[in-house]
């Protein structure tokens, strides 16, 4: 080190042993970005920007709200700032009903206004274990605003409305983070919470007692933190015998490939 800083006018600021360990951290951390406890990592990836793609060779990035996302190393969201208030609301919650409807022009929830919504079958009793995630600049919100005093809780039918921030104009993956909440739960509600439940805005369960009582009817195998199950709702058959023409197309190959997929999980959830 001498003769370079006197040839080439060079002047380590680290030392040998800390450059081993940095480099060293550095392919461990993109061989293994989030191993099996976060802990172990090193330093490495923690040095690149959380947008570098060719410094992170491939090491994915997360939402800061996700489950997922690594401690030192995860990307802002509108879901950044409300996390702290669903699981405040959610508190008290041991199973969570929500949904997501975060389109800039909405007017309505469908779940919320359909005639279904009074049976108390279709949600839980506490108005705040039923959450529904918007934008704050639809025009629903700003008239619930209107009506609300202030600082209280948005309700709309069963939902309570949390507000999200949703910037006018699309960022990359902006569909993909619009569904964080469905993709990865648990950073959003309560402690106390065992169970959080799914549906779109145009979505009710006829009975949701029912729903809880099939998921308890599959426990989770022992030393597993949590699962994800799907549900796939069926027609209900009329209680009375009719006749109906019925002209029927063709699926689209597109509605043959889902509907194989949903045999295919259907024959993976019930052991077949």
């Known amino acids: 080190?001498?003769?370079?800083?006197?040839?080439?006018?060079?002047?380590?600021?680290?030392?040998?042993?800390?450059?081993?360990?940095?480099l060293l951290s550095w392919h461990y951390d993109r061989a293994f970005p989030y191993g099996p406890d976060q802990k172990?990592?090193?330093?490495?990836?923690?040095?690149c920007s959380a947008y570098d793609k060719e410094c992170l060779h491939g090491?994915?990035?997360?939402?800061?709200?996700?489950a997922c996302a690594h401690e030192t190393q995860?990307?802002?969201?509108?879901?950044?700032?409300?996390?702290?208030?669903t699981m405040d609301l959610t508190?008290?919650?041991e199973t969570v009903l929500y949904t997501v409807a975060l389109d800039h022009d909405l007017m309505e929830i469908p779940s919320a206004v359909s005639h279904l919504a009074k049976d108390k079958r279709t949600h839980f009793?506490?108005?705040?274990?039923?959450?529904?995630?918007?934008?704050?600049?639809?025009?629903?919100?700003?008239?619930l605003k209107q009506q609300t005093q202030k600082g209280g809780a948005l309700k709309h039918g069963f939902w309570t409305l949390v507000p999200l921030p949703i910037p006018s104009f699309s960022i990359g993956d902006e569909h993909i983070l619009s569904l964080l909440p469905k993709l990865s739960p648990s950073g959003f509600f309560g402690a106390t919470t065992k169970?959080?439940?799914?549906?779109?805005?145009?979505?009710?369960?006829?009975?949701?007692?029912?729903i809880l009582e099939e998921a308890q009817m599959k426990p989770l195998q022992e030393g597993t933190q949590g699962g994800t199950a799907l549900l796939i709702g069926h027609k209900q058959q009329p209680?009375?015998?009719?006749?109906?023409i019925v002209n029927q197309e063709k699926p689209t190959m597109q509605e043959s490939i889902q509907a194989a997929a949903y045999r295919m999980i259907r024959i993976g959830m019930i052991d077949q």
């Open 1 to 22: 080190t001498v003769r370079a800083k006197a040839v080439l006018g060079f002047e380590t600021h680290v030392s040998l042993q800390e450059g081993l360990v940095q």
């Open 40 to 47: 172990q990592l090193l330093q490495g990836i923690s040095s």
């Open 59 to 66: 090491a994915p990035v997360f939402p800061c709200a996700a």
């Open 74 to 85: 995860c990307t802002t969201s509108y879901y950044d700032d409300v996390t702290a208030v």
């Open 91 to 93: 508190d008290a919650c």
């Open 125 to 143: 009793k506490s108005q705040l274990c039923n959450i529904a995630f918007v934008s704050e600049n639809s025009p629903l919100v700003r008239r």
């Open 195 to 210: 169970r959080a439940i799914y549906c779109d805005p145009n979505v009710i369960f006829t009975n949701l007692a029912t």
């Open 239 to 244: 209680q009375h015998k009719t006749t109906t």
